[in-house]
T-cell receptor, first 112, second 115 residues
Framework: DAKTTQPPSMDCAEGRAANLPCNHSTISGNEYVYWYRQIHSQGPQYIIHGLKNNETNEMASLIITEDRKSSTLILPHATLRDTAVYYC?????????????FGTGTRLTIIP | DAGVIQSPRHEVTEMGQEVTLRCKPISGHNSLFWYRQTMMRGLELLIYFNNNVPIDDSGMPEDRFSAKMPNASFSTLKIQPSEPRDSAVYFCASIPTGGGRNEQFFGPGTRLTVL
C-alpha cells in the first residue's frame, strides 16, 4: 500500500534550489515524514525527517503543510552530486517499529 | 567508524547453490534491517531485528530465505537453494540503541547474481 505519492522524475539546474514534493494524505498523527536518497549503486542515505514543524539541517529543508498531508524537500543549492533517487517515507514514531517502506521515489537529475 | 559492513560485495552463483550474505552493523546499534532491491519491485524490507531478536519477517519471500543474528555485531541472510529470480542487490542497515533512532545507516550492498 503506497502511503506516499511522488513525481517519478524532476530536473533542476545546478546551483538552483531543488523542490521535491510529496503527498501523504493518509498520514496518521504518530507518523513522521522521512526523506532518504539513493545515489546510483549506493545504499540509501538519510536526509531529514519531521513531524509537523519545518526542519532544516546541513543537507536540506523540509516543509510540511499545516494539515500534514503533503511536504516538500528543498535542496537549497543543488550540485551535480545531488543527482539521485529521493524517497519520501512515512514512518511510525513508535519505539521498536522503525521499519521503512520505500516507494518508487523521484529521480532528480541536476543539469549542469 | 567504518559504517555498516557487508560481504561479499558481489556474488555470482548458479541456481540451486546456497548463498550466504553477511552484515556487520555499526558498533552500538541494536536494530538491524535486511532489504532487497530489484528493478521490478524496488527497495523492500525483508526482515528486521531488535536486540538480536527478529521482530518482523513478513517480507521474507519464502522458506528458501532465512536470517539470523547470533550476536549484536553480526547477521547473515541465507538463500537455499538460490534461484535466478533472487538476483538483486541486498542491503543491510542499522540504527542505534536508545535515542537517535531516526536515521538508518545503510551498508554498500551485496549484488547477487544467480545464473
Amino acid at each position: 500500500d503506497a502511503k506516499t505519492t511522488q513525481p517519478p522524475s524532476m530536473d533542476c539546474a545546478e546551483g538552483r534550489a531543488a523542490n521535491l514534493p510529496c503527498n501523504h494524505s493518509t498520514i496518521s498523527g504518530n507518523e513522521y515524514v522521512y526523506w532518504y536518497r539513493q545515489i546510483h549503486s549506493q545504499g540509501p542515505q538519510y536526509i531529514i525527517h519531521g513531524l509537523k514543524n519545518n526542519e532544516t539541517n546541513e543537507m536540506a529543508s523540509l516543509i510540511i503543510t499545516e494539515d500534514r498531508k503533503s511536504s516538500t524537500l528543498i535542496l537549497p543549492h543543488a550540485t551535480l552530486r545531488d543527482t539521485a533517487v529521493y524517497y519520501c517515507i512515512v514512518r511510525s514514531a513508535n519505539f521498536g517499529n522503525e521499519k521503512l517502506t520505500f516507494g518508487t521515489g523521484t529521480r532528480l537529475t541536476i543539469i549542469p | 567508524d567504518a559504517g555498516v559492513i557487508q560481504s561479499p560485495r558481489h556474488e555470482v552463483t548458479e541456481m540451486g547453490q546456497e548463498v550466504t550474505l553477511r552484515c556487520k552493523p555499526i558498533s552500538g546499534h541494536n536494530s538491524l534491517f535486511w532489504y532487497r532491491q530489484t528493478m521490478m519491485r524496488g527497495l523492500e524490507l525483508l526482515i528486521y531485528f531488535n536486540n538480536n531478536v527478529p521482530i518482523d519477517d513478513s517480507g521474507m519471500p519464502e522458506d528458501r530465505f532465512s536470517a539470523k543474528m547470533p550476536n549484536a555485531s553480526f547477521s547473515t541472510l541465507k538463500i537455499q537453494p538460490s534461484e535466478p529470480r533472487d538476483s538483486a542487490v541486498y542491503f543491510c542497515a542499522s540504527i542505534p540503541t536508545g535515542g537517535g533512532r531516526n536515521e538508518q545507516f545503510f551498508g554498500p550492498g551485496t549484488r547477487l547474481t544467480v545464473l
